[in-house]
């Protein structure tokens, strides 16, 4: 049964990884994209948007699928599409083939993450600890590993495709073979008394709203930093173009190094703290970037951010979770979705704000709704059982089974 659990950690640690790469590799192109199918600065906004509101769509829709389908099916399939998508997006010639492209690339991203997370909080429960920081620090890794990919075929002047295809050719088997070994907690062998307190409870809303406040705020303070740290440190605080390129990897390398030891941090001292630790130092990390003199200081601030940021996004899903124990993929599937609102929110309001105000003064905005994290920091403590009278009890997963019910 551990042996299972290990595998079934391993593989779906290895999906966090190559979805990481996969949209680093998407995101850290757009200028190549953009020369590729002549689209114009008028249009880039349009064709940016529409892969989190298709992906939100994707995230509702695995709501839904759930119901009859194992996340791990889901999840199995739909990260093949993201990567097969990404090969178009790079191999394509016409603009509608990269409208078809960024479609199927943003539907199948929604299922992939919302699949992921329900697999992550399942596995988490079965082990009894906090392990969901793992998963997110896998995927920050492969999201270092995707756009140092992006910077060699850059710097080479390689064609998209040619970039993206030794890629998607190791990536695309890869994953078929570890999806092999994911565990979900479905399958009939969880006895009736081995289910969880609020088995088949009903999903509401209303208390997983905080959550939803909270992941919305997490991506917006993301969002600011991967689309305004270059512009910031260069226009504001007067660096060079090259090492206006440093804040964000910095930021990475720190969201990774955060989430490595966050679990330990979470089992030490509980979930709580850990979260209104983030919270707070991703509010200092706003306030130093605000604030900085020189590019050194704003530098200083972005790293702060890295290390604040990166609990609360894994935290949330854990948190659903717990909240609603016999309906956890609805609820994930359902706070996925504020993951592309924040996305969406984020980089159009710090640029408003820039425009109308100061781009400093635009930094303390993310500043301030960091904050409001705090106020709902109870929510990430263990809930008591709505639905039973008692505290909740782990759930038990269907561990002899992996994903193709071997």
Known sequence: MTDVLRRGRGSLAFSFLVQGVAFALLVTRIPAIQDRYGVSDALLPAFLAAVPILAGVGSVTTERLVKRVRPSLLLRWSQ??????????????????LGIALAAFGLAVGVLDASMNMLGVSLQRSYGRSIMLSFHAAYSLGGIAGASLAWVGAHWHLALWVSYLPVVLVLLPAVLVGSRWYVDDRGGAVGEAEKPAGEGQVLVFKWLLPLCLVMTVAY???STVSNWSAKYLQDVLGSSEQMATVPY??????????????DLGVRRFGAVAVVRGGALVAAVGFAVVAGAPGAWVGMLGFTLLGLGLCVLV?????????????????????LNVFNYVGFLIGSPLVGALGDLWSYRGAMLVPMVL???????????AAQPDRYGGGHERPRTADVGRGSNGL
Do not use: C, H
């Open 249 to 262: 990897n910095v930021y990475m390398v720190t969201t990774l190094l955060g989430r490595a030891i966050g």
């Open 220 to 222: 917006i303070g993301d």
């Open 314 to 334: 894994p935290q949330t899903f854990a948190a659903a979770g717990r909240l609603f124990p016999g309906a956890s993929d609805a609820a994930v599937a359902r």
């Open 80 to 97: 093949p599409v993201v990567l097969l998508a990404l090969l178009g997006v790079g191999a394509g010639e016409r603009m509608v083939e």
């Open 370 to 380: 960091v904050l409001v994290t705090l106020v709902y920091a109870r929510s990430f």
